[in-house]
């Protein structure tokens, strides 16, 4: 992980790790992305929300070059939009897709050594923040669970030194006992590399996150501190459909 400091402006004023100015995204005839701007600070989690297919997996994919995007997008005050996805990664940017993306057919610490080849799954990090992956360090990703297969995901992506991650959606379909793990790993993660982590567990959002930038069709309509959101029924009704419930824990 990244123990970078923040970049710092010419004011002593800390940056934003990255920062959104007017961004759209078209496929064909559609306009998934309509002006999105938002900054994203050096330090915590950042949770992009929203309903479904408002634009926030969209809204990743442009920032490390998956999805055709217009307007600036700057990591620590450089330009990048137009840079290639690789170019991005090597820039800082790690990025945790929401299917995951392991390979199937190379065993736990072949899927880890294509980021790191000398370490793989014997690096520190790797039995600090995911344990149970050293013991299966011969094992067929295909064949590991759902959360193991997340655990894999995420642990290529901090093999690396990154400036931010990118995390979509990490505990989509696992059992609450996996949700807390991966919330655990998150929380620690976030202690010295920021993260914008899409997810529709308001109940980890509130465990975990600083502060939230929520969609609606393509545009920003809210930013603010995560306490302030999930602490209010009525707005977490208005602009995600949901109702925050006190009881549980992420």
Do not use: C, W
């Amino acid at each position: 992980m990244s123990d970078q400091n923040p970049s710092v402006g010419g004011d002593g004023a800390v940056l934003p790790v990255l920062s959104l100015d007017d961004v759209h995204v078209r496929y064909g005839g559609s306009h998934i992305l309509q002006g999105v701007s938002f900054d994203v600070p050096a330090t915590g989690v950042t949770a992009l929300l929203g309903r479904n297919g408002v634009g926030k997996t969209t809204t990743l994919r442009s920032i490390i070059g998956l999805a055709p995007r217009t307007g600036r997008i700057l990591l620590q005050g450089r330009e990048i939009q137009g840079l290639t996805t690789a170019r991005i990664v090597r820039g800082g940017i790690g990025y945790v897709p929401e299917d995951r993306e392991v390979f199937g057919g190379l065993t736990v610490d072949e899927n880890l050594r294509l980021v790191d080849p000398v370490r793989g799954v014997d690096a520190d990090v790797v039995a600090r923040l995911f344990p149970d992956l050293v013991p299966r360090r011969a094992q067929r990703a295909g064949t590991l669970s759902g959360g193991q297969q997340q655990m894999v995901a995420l642990a290529r992506v901090l093999l690396r030194e990154n400036a931010l991650l990118l995390v979509d959606e990490p505990t989509k379909g696992l059992a609450p006992k996996l949700v807390t793990e991966v919330a655990d790993v998150l929380a620690e993660v976030a202690r010295t590399t920021p993260v914008l982590l899409v997810e529709q567990n308001l109940q980890l959002v509130r465990r975990i996150a600083d502060r939230v930038v929520v969609l609606d069709a393509g545009t920003v309509v809210h930013r603010g501190a995560a306490a302030d959101l999930v602490a209010d029924a009525d707005l977490t009704r208005e602009l995600l459909g949901v109702s925050m419930r006190r009881e549980g824990a992420a």
